[in-house]
């Protein structure tokens, strides 16, 4: 298990966009297939977007396809999430997991702290 650390969250207004981060700190998750989840406050925690150890494949909740890109660079060990056209319903904490190819969960349920986006109206 690699520890992963998220940034790039802020404060942008309704249309914005932002880039989130997901570096390993540990060691290398380059044959690891990669997601992003999100949690606003009181709700359950959904998933957002994931994409293939090799870059190549990718797949997208519903309520994201078509706004969000997930990303990746393994020689910096680093997964993205470009998010664009941000909504005020995008507002929550976005954390990066290792995930089950094809699946919605995360591999194990151990999370940081995440990174804050708040979308303005």
């Known amino acids: 298990q690699v520890q992963l650390v998220e940034s790039g969250g802020g404060l942008v207004q309704a249309g914005g966009s932002l880039r989130l981060s997901c570096a390993a700190s540990?060691?290398?998750?380059?044959?690891?297939?990669m997601g992003w989840f999100r949690q606003a406050p009181g709700k359950e925690r959904e998933f957002v977007a994931a994409i293939s150890w090799t870059g190549i494949s990718t797949y997208y909740a519903d309520s994201v396809k078509g706004r969000f890109t997930i990303s990746r660079d393994n020689a910096k060990n680093t997964v993205y999430l470009i998010m664009n056209s941000l909504k005020p319903e995008d507002t929550a904490v976005y954390r990066c997991?290792?995930?089950?190819?094809?699946?919605?969960?995360?591999?194990?349920?151990?999370w940081g702290q995440g990174t804050q986006v708040t979308v303005s109206s």
């Open positions: 997991a290792q995930v089950p190819w094809g699946s919605r969960a995360p591999l194990y349920d151990f």
């Open positions: 540990g060691r290398t998750f380059s044959n690891y297939n």
